[in-house]
C-alpha cells in the first residue's frame, strides 16, 4: 500500500456502549455523510487478553483497567476509512475524549456517555492508525 493511500486512512472502533444502545448504524452515517469511506468494518467481541495486547500503550496508566474491562465488555466495531486528511477529519468529527467538553454535533458528544464509554475510538496518527488496522485486518479484507 503507498504512503499516501496510508495517510488518507484511519481507523475507529465504534465501542461496547454505542453498539448496546443500538447508536453503530447512526455513526456510520455519520462517518460516511462526513465524506469517509469504508474500506473495511467487522464486529467482534475482544477478549481480556487482546484488548490488553491492542491498548498496551496505556498499561500502567490508572484507567488501564477499567478501560480493558469495558472495551472487552460487549461487541465492538473495527473500521478502516479513507477520505483526505483522514486522522485530523476524523478526530475533529468525533470530538473530544470527554464527551461533556466535546463540541456540539460531535460523535462523542452526541452518543458518548463518559470519558471510558465515549462511543468511538479514533487513531491518533496514520501510523498508529496502520498499527491499529493491522490488529484487526489483514491486508486482503482492506478495499483498495
Do not use: C
Not at 58 to 73: A, N, V, W
Not at 115 to 121: D, F, L, P
Request: glycine share 6%.
Amino acid at each position: 500500500m503507498s504512503i499516501i493511500m496510508v495517510n488518507n486512512r484511519t481507523f475507529s472502533l465504534i465501542k461496547p456502549s454505542a453498539v448496546k444502545n443500538d447508536y453503530h448504524g447512526e455513526i456510520i452515517y455519520l462517518i460516511t455523510k462526513a465524506g469517509f469511506k469504508l474500506k473495511a468494518i467487522k464486529m467482534v467481541k475482544l477478549s481480556i487478553e487482546d484488548a490488553s495486547r491492542f491498548y498496551a500503550m496505556h498499561k500502567g496508566k490508572e484507567f488501564f483497567d477499567e478501560l480493558i474491562r469495558f472495551i472487552s465488555s460487549g461487541p465492538i466495531l473495527a473500521l478502516v476509512l479513507e477520505k483526505e486528511n483522514a486522522v485530523e477529519d476524523f478526530r475533529k468529527l468525533i470530538g473530544a475524549t470527554n464527551p461533556a467538553k466535546a463540541e456540539h454535533g460531535t460523535i462523542r458528544q452526541q452518543f458518548g456517555e463518559s470519558i471510558t464509554k465515549n462511543a468511538v475510538h479514533g487513531a491518533d496518527s496514520s501510523e498508529n492508525a496502520q498499527k491499529e488496522w493491522s490488529f484487526f485486518f489483514s491486508e486482503r479484507e482492506i478495499l483498495n
